[in-house]
Nanobody
Framework: VQLVESGGGLVQAGGSLRLSCLASGITFSEKAMAWYRQAPGSRRELLATIFTSGDTDYNGSVKGRFTISRDNAKNTVTLQMNSLGPADTAVYYC??????????????WGQGTQVSVSS
């Protein structure tokens, strides 16, 4: 299984970035997908989830600013990030997982991509 993220970089506060994750080695359409991030000295946190149905769920800290989407034909999940601030600086990880009820369980991780937001 491989999850390869792209699209990270340096952006000024108020700017936008679009992260992409290309998945291989899994039946993409059968996996729930998610984005996490981890800032230095902090725990990895779940930001956004997109279920096999296409339904989405967001962490309150990014709701209204970030949008997760998937393209099953291209085995790709994206995270559109708007109105970025310095607190969004972190390594962002793509994840393929599964759900039990309303809960998401991570199975496979990407290598991460750095997002840095300058003030």
């Amino acid at each position: 299984v491989q999850l390869v993220e792209s699209g990270g970089g340096l952006v000024q506060a108020g700017g936008s970035l679009r992260l992409s994750c290309l998945a291989s080695g899994i039946t993409f359409s059968e996996k729930a997908m998610a984005w996490y991030r981890q800032a230095p000295g902090s725990r990895r946190e779940l930001l956004a989830t997109i279920f096999t149905s296409g339904d989405t769920d967001y962490n309150g800290s990014v709701k209204g600013r970030f949008t997760i989407s998937r393209d099953n034909a291209k085995n790709t999940v994206t995270l559109q990030m708007n109105s970025l601030g310095p607190a969004d600086t972190a390594v962002y990880y793509c994840n393929a997982g599964h759900t039990i009820g309303v809960y998401y369980y991570p199975d496979y991780w990407g290598q991460g991509t750095q997002v840095s937001v300058s003030s």
